[in-house]
Every structure is written in structure tokens, then in C-alpha cells.
């Protein structure tokens, strides 16, 4: 692990260090700011009550999260909304290709295809500077959010074993077009693009952006995990 600017190269520059996180940041925080408008969406949808109220609560979580992103943007010196700017096509066209049709679909989506750019953002994460990986690893904390999404999809399979299938195949189209989202953002983003490659670069791979694709293959393996909790893999 790194302490510093992070850097894990020395032919990263500060500069690009510095860009690295303020891209990291501006990334994590616009998602952080969705995912507070998407649950609350979901929460109206939820057919109960006490669903209602968990959702609400899993909102909240997030927005406070945006919050604290935020506010470190600011204490580097940069400007948060032009820190997010960057992120808003890709993760906006990544939620319209993915607009779940289903209380339960909302469900997959929350859990699967937050999961990955969870997966994503700690893997970038792992060469900024300590508090800069402090923050991120705190935010993206789960929150109760997968034992309660495994847990209501889990009970609806088993009362109607045909939607297995069917959330299998939804889950899988998330985790793909989350991948190819991430690899837009990284392709566009040449300091985030360099921090990726230096991360996968530490693995033995050389830093490009072939190692980046590989490294976005690397990160579907907690998929089948995240299946095999909400019981839609065999």
C-alpha cells in the first residue's frame, strides 16, 4: 500500500495523482447522489411499509455519503459539481439502459449492479493517499443494504420459483453494462485511466488499458457470490 499522493509509479506525476483522486472523488460522489434519488424512487414502489421505511433509510445512508465526498472535493481545492460534470453522461446512460421494470428488479439492481462499481471504485482506491482510501472504503460499507436485498429476493424466489431465471439474466445484464460504462469512464479519463493501470500494473500486468480490461474481468468474480445470496445461482 502506498502512502503519500499514492502514486503507484514513478512516472506518475503529482499532477496526475491528484487528478486521479479528484476524478475518483467526483465519480463516487455523483453515483452516491443517484443512488440516494433511485432508492428513494424504489421506496415508493416497495409493497410494504417496513419496506418502505428500510429503503428510506438505505436513501439517507447515501446521501450522507454524498455528502462527506462532497465536502473532501472541497477541502482539495476543487469544485464538486465540476468534479462530477464529467461522470454525469456515463452513469446516466448507464441507469437509463438498466431501468428496472420490477420492485424486485430495483432490488437486483441496488445490490448487483451497485456491487460492481463498489467492486470498481475500492480497486481504484487501493493507490490514493490514506484518507482519501479511508473515505472511499467508508462509504461504500454495505450498510445492511445486501442482507436486506438477498434476503427479499431470496423469499420472492421461493415463493415463485420461475423468477429465478429471469433475475438471473437481469443481474447479468447489469454487470455488463456496468463494465462497459467503467471502461468509458476510463478510456475518457486519462488520470483515472493511469491510476487503474497502475493498480492492475501492481498485480504483475503492464499499466495500459488491456491491463484495465483485464482487471474489469477480475471484478465480476464476487458476481456468482452476489447470485448465489439473493438464490439465483445454482
Same mark, same amino acid.
Given at each position: ?13 503529482? $499532477? ?6 479528484? $476524478? ?5 460522489? %455523483?453515483?452516491?447522489?443517484?443512488? /440516494? /434519488? ?27 455519503? %454524498? ?19 464529467? /461522470?454525469?453522461?456515463?452513469? &446516466? ?17 441496488? %445490490? ?8 470498481? %471504485? ?6 490514493? &493517499? ?26 420472492? =424466489? ?16 447489469? =454487470? ?8 468509458? =469512464? ?29 482487471? /474489469? ?18
Amino acid at each position: 500500500m502506498t502512502n503519500g499522493t499514492g502514486a503507484g509509479s514513478p512516472a506518475r506525476t503529482a $499532477d496526475s495523482a491528484t487528478g486521479a483522486v479528484i $476524478d475518483l472523488l467526483g465519480l463516487l460522489a %455523483y453515483a452516491e447522489l443517484v443512488s /440516494f /434519488f433511485r432508492l428513494s424512487d424504489d421506496a415508493e414502489l416497495a409493497p410494504t411499509l417496513a419496506d418502505k421505511g428500510e429503503l428510506a433509510g438505505l436513501a439517507a445512508t447515501e446521501f450522507g455519503h %454524498y455528502r462527506l465526498l462532497h465536502d473532501r472535493l472541497t477541502e482539495l481545492g476543487a469544485d464538486p459539481e465540476e468534479a462530477m460534470r464529467p /461522470f454525469v453522461a456515463p452513469l &446516466d446512460d448507464w441507469h437509463a439502459r438498466t431501468r428496472p421494470q420490477s420492485w424486485l428488479e430495483g432490488l437486483v439492481k441496488a %445490490y448487483v449492479g451497485d456491487g460492481i462499481a463498489a467492486d470498481f %471504485y475500492r480497486q481504484a482506491a487501493e493507490l490514493v &493517499d490514506e484518507h482519501t482510501r479511508e473515505l472511499v472504503g467508508g462509504v461504500l460499507i454495505e450498510t445492511g443494504r445486501a442482507e436486506f436485498v438477498a434476503a427479499k429476493v431470496r423469499a420472492a =424466489v421461493a415463493d415463485d420459483p420461475r423468477l429465478a431465471g429471469r433475475l438471473a439474466l437481469w443481474a447479468r445484464r447489469l =454487470v455488463g453494462e456496468g463494465l462497459s460504462q467503467a471502461q468509458r =469512464v476510463a478510456t475518457h479519463r486519462p488520470d483515472l485511466a493511469e491510476l487503474l493501470a497502475s493498480s492492475a500494473e501492481d498485480e504483475g500486468e503492464s499499466a495500459d488499458l488491456a491491463a484495465v480490461g483485464r482487471m /474489469f474481468a477480475r471484478l465480476t468474480d464476487a458476481h456468482t457470490a452476489r447470485l448465489r445470496a439473493m438464490g439465483l445461482a445454482n
